[in-house]
């Protein structure tokens, strides 16, 4: 234990490519006029020029977020469609590369491989790009990406696209986690950024989820390499906007540069002890997420509990389509449309984080422990009938709903709620592992992301043999009963979370007092 006590204060203190995969929400200590962060290199000056200086991110115009923020969003939502789009083709896929679902879904090996891609780079890639700040490691990672939708296209091997899907969710997961560092760069405050940060959260589920609807527009009228082709041409011409408008928003990086040109270019003996410090972060990004994952409860606990919610959304590519086609007789295309509900459902549920802020806000009057101090767990009152309603009770719908002599609409009202249950449930708990944890919450989340990956790369694989086995009906039952059971987790940290906080020696160093 002695060796994670050792280590730096925010892990990757509010920069912009930490470990973490949706919120880089760590509660900053780089407030104006104070240091920005615990600097890499000694002979960097880490204070601002005072409180009003114009070149710290939070400082920034208000207009100038907003932009940054819908670059960072949009950035976000567009190049998660790349994980689920290809699921439309499936069919096209198999019969050209002359692969067969009849007893596995090999189709689904060029998702899989995408998701583990991502969690693999949530761990060792991100660490090793902290340092060359956001607007660099995005763009740079933005015309990687692009490289491998190329291939995507073009391939004529069923091997070959897999291993580039590998890399693109790589580069994916590095391109998320560099816009969700950007808005947790420019909002001062856990307060402030519930907003903006439930945007992104927004934005990442329902990118992931709109995939298979774009992806069967595109197979309706053209031939499936034209997923790779449209792509490469949509995310190319988004490229100049980044460009311009995708600015730097780390600040230790801001104030490297500053340094730099006041002192000129760091000695050689700075640069081999900031290569060591790279290397040490390395191996803590790695080590301190699994560790956390084996001995912290609530880690583990919420990791099943969002592992499960994003699982469902790619669950959700295979059996929706299944299951439209079976009762109904569709053909691909629409059962990929019917995916929108999902979409509307997540728009739909994320309305509720305003009241889901209001109760967290209003948790620092009631607080005994600590007095003027927000209650983590209040993150986590809405999320108990969002997860029990919404999620569980519309598996619930869609499971009973799947009848022929009813008409489509009534499982796609299940859909909605599971999409509305997803974007409430992963806005309160990591919003919870974040101010639970404080100073540890980079490897927390990271541990959950890892959990979230795994399970997007391989609980897809039992929807088709377990759908055909027990049936539309029964299949989504059980589904519906493991969501009620993980909808006690909430439950389980509002009744004990003081309690449980008190024997964390992680959770112990969280201290939540920032007031609007």
């Not at 299944?322 to 569709?330: A, D, E, K, P, S």
């Amino acid at each position: 234990m002695a060796e994670f006590e050792e280590l730096t204060q925010l892990e990757s203190l509010r920069g912009g490519m930490s470990t973490i995969s949706r919120k880089e929400l760590v509660i900053s200590n780089s407030k104006p006029g104070r240091k920005c962060s615990e600097s890499s290199d000694p002979r960097i000056d880490t204070n601002w020029y005072g409180p009003n200086d114009p070149e710290n991110p939070f400082n920034w115009s208000i207009w100038k977020k907003r932009i940054i923020t819908l670059i960072a969003l949009v950035a976000t939502f567009t190049t998660l469609i790349d994980g689920t789009i290809i699921t439309a083709a499936h069919e096209a896929i198999n019969e050209e590369f002359h692969i067969s679902d009849a007893h596995f879904p090999n189709s689904y090996w060029p998702v899989m491989t995408w998701a583990l891609g991502g969690g693999l780079s949530v761990l060792i890639i991100l660490p090793l790009m902290e340092d060359f700040g956001v607007r660099a490691g995005f763009l740079g990672t933005y015309f990687v990406f692009i490289c491998f939708i190329i291939p995507q296209a073009v391939t004529q091997s069923f091997v070959a696209l897999c291993i580039c899907r590998f890399f693109a969710g790589a580069c994916v997961s590095v391109l998320a986690n560099t816009s969700a560092g950007v808005i947790s760069n420019i909002w001062e405050g856990n307060i402030a950024r519930t907003i903006p940060i439930s945007l992104y959260v927004l934005a990442y589920l329902s990118g992931s989820s709109i995939g298979p609807v774009i992806g069967g527009v595109i197979i309706q009228s053209l031939d499936w390499r034209w997923i790779g082709y449209i792509q490469l041409i949509f995310y190319g011409a988004l490229f100049p906007i980044y460009f311009v408008f995708f600015q730097e928003s780390r600040g230790e990086v801001i104030l490297l540069r500053r340094q730099r040109k006041s002192v000129g270019k760091l000695t050689a003996e700075s640069s081999a002890l900031r290569g060591k410090q790279l290397l040490q972060k390395l191996r803590r990004s790695i080590q301190r997420p699994l560790y956390m994952l084996v001995t912290e409860p609530v880690v583990f606990f919420t990791t099943l509990w969002s592992a499960f919610t994003v699982g469902m959304i790619y669950l959700s590519t295979q059996s929706v389509e299944q299951v439209f086609r079976g009762l109904y007789g569709w053909t691909i295309p629409p059962a990929c449309y019917v995916q929108s509900a999902i979409v509307l459902g997540q728009c739909c549920g994320w309305s509720t984080v305003f009241i889901s802020r209001r109760l967290f806000i209003n948790s620092a009057s009631r607080n005994k422990e600590k007095p003027g101090a927000y209650i983590p767990e209040a993150r986590l009152y809405v999320s108990i009938p969002g997860s029990f309603i919404c999620l569980g009770g519309g598996l619930f719908v869609y499971a009973w709903t799947s009848f022929d002599f009813l008409p489509w609409i009534a499982p796609a009202i299940g859909i909605f709620l599971i999409g509305s249950g997803t974007v409430i449930v992963m806005n309160a708990l990591t919003d919870y592992v974040v101010d639970s944890y404080s100073q540890y919450a980079g490897s927390a989340v990271a541990a959950v992301i890892l959990g979230e990956n795994v399970f997007s790369a391989f609980l897809p694989l039992a929807t088709q043999s377990m759908y055909e086995r027990l049936g539309f009906n029964w299949a989504s039952t059980l589904l519906g009963f493991i969501a009620l059971a993980l909808s006690c987790v909430p439950v389980m940290f509002v009744v004990w979370g003081k309690k449980i906080r008190a024997r964390s020696q992680f959770m112990k160093e969280a201290v939540i007092t920032e007031r609007t």
